[in-house]
């Protein structure tokens, strides 16, 4: 309806300019066509146009105003996707369509603001983090003291969690964080390098004591401690030496023992062995 009442007025818009030109062909019936009886009734016309579009105020409109005021009632309440994905069911041809679509760019512009804001806080954050973490390795951590494997694998975790710090600082697109994760980086490398041979030596006296009772003996030795040997007469089958070493190469391969040894009495000169991870210590470690 409201495209009918504008054509209607863009009509009148073109009979007013026709009678103040030339009256009587506006006022045929008028015994004394003027200008001002065109324009009079211009005006009459255009009040009974504008009462007439209020009257006829169609569905449509009244469908798009509801839209807009549910719009901002979710933008007041912070669900902005709502308010948006409700203003972008007013179409082109609606008569609100384009304060929708200034609705629409209100909420981008909030969007970019929050979106900014969050990213601020999450680089503040991590870089908060980094220091923290650079700072208590500097006080001096203690690794490789546990007394049980339990205790061992939460040293190896917090390597692990110190490695996917490393790599996201790495990906960053901030220079200050790209320099605290190397800085972070240098550090994770010694202390593993340092630490690594202690876990490892750690861990052996340990399974050594859960392993006296079976008759069995285990130590560490080598440069970095990097071969755990298995002795005990249980190892003179050749499948007790696989069943034995496909329970243990998982936790072996966690604390980067090079080799697995076994011997079925002590001072044995040959051995059967196993070849578990052929890293560094110094790599960084990822599960």
């Not at 009632?73 to 679509?101: H, V, W």
């Not at 209100?106 to 804001?117: G, R, T, V, W, Y």
């Not at 392993?211 to 440069?223: C, K, L």
């Not at 040894?261 to 070849?275: M, P, V």
Request: aromatic share 10%; glycine share 6%; hydrophobic share 40%.
């Amino acid at each position: 309806m409201s495209d009918f009442t504008g054509l209607l007025s863009f009509i009148l818009f073109i009979g007013l300019i026709v009678g103040l030109i030339n009256p009587s062909l506006i006022l045929k019936k008028s015994k004394k066509p003027t200008r001002i009886k065109v324009f009079g009734l211009w005006v009459l016309s255009s009040l009974f146009i504008a009462v007439l579009s209020i009257a006829t105020f169609d569905y449509k409109d009244k469908a798009s105003l509801k839209k807009i005021e549910t719009a901002e009632k979710y933008i007041t309440e912070g669900k902005y996707s709502n308010a948006k994905e409700t203003l972008n069911k007013i179409g082109p041809r609606d008569s609100l369509y384009l304060n929708a679509q200034l609705l629409v760019k209100e909420i981008d512009s909030i969007d970019e603001a929050l979106i900014l804001k969050k990213k601020e806080k999450e680089i503040s954050e991590q870089k908060q983090q980094l220091k923290r973490e650079i700072s208590s390795i500097e006080k001096g951590l203690k690794i490789g003291k546990g007394e049980t494997i339990e205790e061992l694998q939460i040293d190896i975790i917090l390597f692990g969690a110190w490695a996917k710090m490393i790599k996201t600082s790495e990906e960053s697109e901030i220079m200050e964080i790209k320099k605290l994760g190397q800085n972070l980086k240098k550090k994770v490398i010694n202390i593993q390098i340092k630490e690594f041979p202690n876990l490892r030596d750690q861990y052996s006296k340990i399974v050594s004591k859960k392993m006296w009772e079976y008759d069995i003996n285990v130590r560490a030795n080598g440069s970095g401690k990097k071969y755990i040997n298995f002795t005990g007469g249980l190892f003179a089958a050749n499948k007790n030496k696989k069943d034995f070493q496909n329970q243990l190469e998982e936790m072996l391969n966690i604390f980067r023992f090079k080799q697995s040894r076994y011997r079925w009495y002590k001072g044995a000169d040959e051995y059967t062995y196993y070849t578990i991870y052929s890293g560094k210590d110094s790599d960084l470690v990822t599960f």
